[in-house]
């Protein structure tokens, strides 16, 4: 037999599939190839598994389940005391909310935590078909139903858990509430020389913006009174958030609506006492001109 040659029907023990050697051989380059191709398909497969599966990291079915769990658990205890609250009718002391938060709440966040690891046990974790290579093979042992976690379940659940975590964040941690508390806002409008005041408190409109909500503006008994030649409307209400937003606007009949921007920081700290007098933004007329004095309780 001719140097370089083998029969096609036997084995080349430590033969590299990629020597040039190969070609010289009939028929074994391509039966190589497909015996290299067949054991990197294999390994592919048992890689994208043991990844797909999570058995490289189990920890992550517990983390993934416990956090269902616990996402059922919030949702039992507040749907439950909730639900409490709202078939009992209105509660003037808040006797029944704290009882249905404390005392029956706590049951629903049981049954939800459980009802929680169930959901992820049933929904969570699905069954994965054999590879093709194994379902090819006739001789093969019957292979075991193997288990992945569900991309999409786990992408729900760590969306809903990220959520949770920010709301307690902002809410518990960065808390969106002032410093220093509820804090007064003293508000003074004075009118041009000779102006008169509307003829009843009722008339008047004041609206104060912080950020997305709206403060309620009070009129006391003395809502007005004078500076020199001018007419003063006195109001008062009370900030509590933090924001950089805060907008004062004035309405009453015969004069269109004018608005202030309150050039207060996001947190701001009581004021030394009434800030100089400015002009509102808008271009109407008569020209009424605001000025005002923040304070707290502490």
Request: negative net charge.
């Amino acid at each position: 037999m001719p140097e370089g040659f083998a029969p096609t029907d036997r084995i080349v023990v430590g033969l590299d599939p990629h020597h040039e050697n190969v070609e010289m051989v009939p028929g074994l380059a391509r039966e190589t190839a497909d015996f290299c191709n067949k054991i990197g398909t294999n390994r592919t497969s048992l890689v994208s598994y043991r990844l797909n599966s999570f058995q490289v990291l189990p920890f992550m079915r517990f983390v993934l389940g416990f956090l269902s769990g616990v996402i059922g658990l919030l949702a039992g205890w507040f749907g439950l005391a909730f639900l409490v609250t709202g078939l009992a009718g209105p509660d003037r002391d808040g006797g029944v909310a704290m009882g249905a938060f404390f005392n029956i709440g706590p049951i629903g966040g049981v049954v939800g935590f459980v009802a929680g690891v169930l959901l992820f046990v049933k929904i969570g974790i699905v069954s994965q078909s054999p590879s093709l290579p194994d379902a090819e093979r006739s001789d093969a042992a019957p292979v075991p139903a193997r288990t992945r976690l569900s991309s999409s379940f786990a992408v729900v659940v760590v969306a809903i858990a990220g959520g949770l975590a920010w709301w307690a964040w902002y809410e518990l941690i960065r808390s969106p509430y002032l410093t220093h508390g509820f804090m007064t806002l003293e508000l003074q409008f004075r009118l041009p020389p000779g102006m008169a005041l509307p003829p009843a408190a009722t008339d008047v409109h004041i609206d104060v913006e912080e950020g997305q909500q709206h403060a309620y503006v009070m009129l006391g008994a003395s809502w007005h009174g004078t500076d020199g030649d001018h007419r003063v409307i006195l109001a008062s209400t009370t900030l509590s958030r933090k924001t950089s937003r805060r907008v004062v606007s004035l309405e009453f009949p015969g004069v269109p609506e004018q608005t202030w921007q309150l050039d207060l920081p996001s947190d701001p700290d009581p004021t030394p006492g009434y800030l100089p007098w400015r002009l509102p933004s808008s271009t109407s007329t008569p020209k009424i001109e605001m000025n005002f004095r923040l304070s707290a309780d502490r």
